[in-house]
């Protein structure tokens, strides 16, 4: 079993920058990713990037997230700038130890985001 810890998460005003990371305890060979869930709403696949570095992204954040991860180090990140109030909810990180695709076999326990308006 590999553990994956968020972190980075916190109370920031419209229009500013987080950085999300994700350090897993063992290599990940597969696909990582973000999901995000609000309160009443349903979760949301915000980014993924395989061990090759492709990269895809929810709409709603196209341009102002960016996914990337270090395999050195075990460890994914989610840049997030231009942050809006919608942006607000639960950021968990996921992943899939050996497949390139969804779905994602490993979770992690979130990290909250906030986006004052």
């Known amino acids: 079993q590999v553990q994956l810890v968020e972190s980075g998460g916190g109370l920031v005003q419209a229009g500013g920058s987080l950085r999300l990371s994700c350090v897993a305890s063992g290599r990940i060979f597969g696909i990582m990713g973000w999901y995000r869930q609000a309160p009443g709403k349903q979760r949301e696949l915000v980014a993924t990037i395989t061990n090759g570095g492709s990269t895809n992204y929810a709409d709603s954040v196209k341009g102002r997230f960016t996914i990337s991860r270090d395999n050195a180090k075990n460890t994914m990140y989610l840049q997030m700038n231009s942050l809006k109030p919608e942006d607000t909810a639960v950021y968990y990180c996921?992943?899939?130890?050996?497949?390139?695709?969804?779905?994602?076999?490993?979770w992690g326990q979130g990290t909250q985001v906030t986006v004052s308006s």
């Open positions: 996921a992943a899939n130890l050996f497949s390139t695709s969804v779905p994602f076999n490993h």
